[in-house]
T-cell receptor, first 112, second 113 residues
Framework: NAGVTQTPKFQVLKTGQSMTLQCAQD?????MSWYRQDPGMGLRLIHY???????DQGEVPNGYNVSRSTTEDFPLRLLSAAPSQTSVYFC???????????FGPGTRLLVL | AQTVTQSQPEMSVQEAETVTLSCTYD???????LFWYKQPPSRQMILVIR??????QNATENRFSVNFQKAAKSFSLKISDSQLGDAAMYFC??????????FGTGTRLQVFP
């Protein structure tokens, strides 16, 4: 059982480039979410999904897009990377809103 | 909006001693959940302990226990018999029954031999 997986582990982008951070879970969880972690600010919610075909914005959604075509996958897209998006990104999933969230190992993104 | 506050940016403890990490939160909800997550240098977020607000009994997981004071909106984590492997960032988190997970800013715990 792999749990929550994220790829890549580390990525360097130039300003203006686009990329997709991948997230997958094999626990049949309905609820998935993306967070970014910046020094001194804890984890902040970017986008979340309560099931396939349903997504919603979190606390810091600007500059990011998501879609949820399957239960297993929840990719995060950066359309035009900016240095302010340099951060560590975590994907998480849970069986429902009342359930514990399980986190992936994180993706470290550096935007130059 | 709900908020979570961890007022101790850093704490330290001697190996085998006990340490308590503080967390307070603000909410108007009556049904919610509270969590402590540990983040070691590997950056993996690891669930330490979970508390349901409707339960009066404090949650316990081996050496980890909480002091949940609902009226005071306080949720502290006690680590007993501290070990070197306990050194990490600890995050307190709040989740209402119908809403998203909200994190505090974290407490860095150092454990000295």
């Amino acid at each position: 059982n792999a749990g929550v997986t994220q790829t890549p582990k580390f990525q360097v982008l130039k300003t203006g480039q686009s990329m997709t951070l991948q997230c997958a879970q094999d626990m049949n969880h309905e609820y998935m979410s993306w967070y970014r972690q910046d020094p001194g600010m804890g984890l902040r919610l970017i986008h979340y999904s309560v099931g396939a075909g349903i997504t919603d914005q979190g606390e810091v959604p600007n500059g990011y897009n998501v879609s949820r075509s399957t239960t297993e996958d929840f990719p995060l897209r950066l359309l035009s990377a900016a240095p302010s998006q340099t951060s560590v990104y975590f994907c998480a999933s849970s069986g429902g809103l009342k359930e514990t969230q399980y986190f992936g190992p994180g993706t470290r993104l550096l935007v130059l | 909006a709900q908020t979570v506050t961890q007022s101790q940016p850093e704490m330290s403890v001697q190996e085998a001693e006990t340490v308590t990490l503080s967390c307070t939160y603000d909410t108007s909800e009556s049904d919610y959940y509270l969590f402590w997550y540990k983040q070691p240098p590997s950056r993996q977020m690891i669930l330490v302990i979970r508390q349901e607000a409707y339960k009066q009994q404090n949650a316990t997981e081996n050496r980890f226990s909480v002091n949940f004071q609902k009226a005071a909106k306080s949720f502290s984590l006690k680590i007993s018999d501290s070990q070197l492997g306990d050194a990490a960032m600890y995050f307190c988190a709040y989740r209402s029954a119908t809403d998203k997970l909200i994190f505090g800013t974290g407490t860095r715990l150092q454990v000295f031999p």
